[in-house]
T-cell receptor
Framework: EPEVTQTPSHQVTQMGQEVILRCVPI?????FYWYRQILGQKVEFLVS????????KSEIFDDQFSVERPDGSNFTLKIRSTKLEDSAMYFC????????????FGPGTRLTVT | AQKITQTQPGMFVQEKEAVTLDCTYD???????LFWYKQPSSGEMIFLIY??????QNATEGRYSLNFQKARKSANLVISASQLGDSAMYFC?????????????FGKGITLSVRP
């Protein structure tokens, strides 16, 4: 069964450093998302991406964040200058169609900022 | 704006019994979808069940069913014949069309513990 993959599974970085979280969505999917979950809290939407551009972004997704689909398979989230409060689990998701279709989630990348 | 409310504290259920996890929602959009996801301790998000706002019947998926009461804006998840592997965090979520591809809005989740 096809699945969304994410690398790395765990990333430790120092405050102020740049990190890139990588995702490979399911191959025929067209809509991509990033969510984050601070430990013990709810899952929060960051950004959605379609047709090589951002469709929607949340208040969390400020100028420190960017997304890119550098090739036909990868979908990346970059945090330019990490802060302690960026420590969270970051989930990538994808879906084949807009509307009410299931979003398939990757296993997540746990980001720890020290 | 969409809002999902999950207010139950940690839930406990005896193995093989049924359990209901509550979810209420709020949206001004007449067309929306409701989802339940399971998050075990390993952290991944597992899709369980989906209910569309215009669906006439309650959704069912194996041991999972969704008790959808549109007038009350509730979408409770019922797990029948609980198993030890059902111990996890459960999230209710909603999608309402806000653009070409709409995001999921999650509730804060409910922890379910299944006792042997």
């Amino acid at each position: 069964e096809p699945e969304v993959t994410q690398t790395p599974s765990h990333q430790v970085t120092q405050m102020g450093q740049e990190v890139i979280l990588r995702c490979v969505p399911i191959s025929n999917h067209l809509y991509f998302y990033w969510y984050r979950q601070i430990l013990g809290q709810k899952v929060e939407f960051l950004v959605s991406f379609y047709n090589n551009e951002i469709s929607e972004k949340s208040e969390i997704f400020d100028d420190q964040f960017s997304v890119e689909r550098p090739d036909g398979s990868n979908f990346t989230l970059k945090i330019r200058s990490t802060k302690l409060e960026d420590s969270a689990m970051y989930f990538c998701a994808s879906t084949s169609q807009a509307g009410f279709y299931e979003q398939y989630f990757g296993p997540g990348t746990r980001l720890t900022v020290t | 704006a969409q809002k999902i409310t999950q207010t139950q504290p940690g839930m406990f259920v005896q193995e093989k019994e049924a359990v209901t996890l509550d979810c209420t929602y709020d949206t001004s959009d007449p067309s929306y979808g409701l989802f339940w996801y399971k998050q075990p301790s390993s952290g991944e998000m597992i899709f369980l069940i989906y209910q569309g706002s215009y669906d006439q019947q309650n959704a069912t998926e194996g041991r999972y069913s969704l008790n959808f009461q549109k007038a009350r804006k509730s979408a409770n998840l019922v797990i029948s014949a609980s198993q030890l592997g059902d111990s996890a965090m459960y999230f209710c979520a909603m999608r309402a069309p806000t653009g070409a591809n709409s995001k999921l809005t999650f509730g804060k989740g409910i922890t379910l513990s299944v006792r042997p």
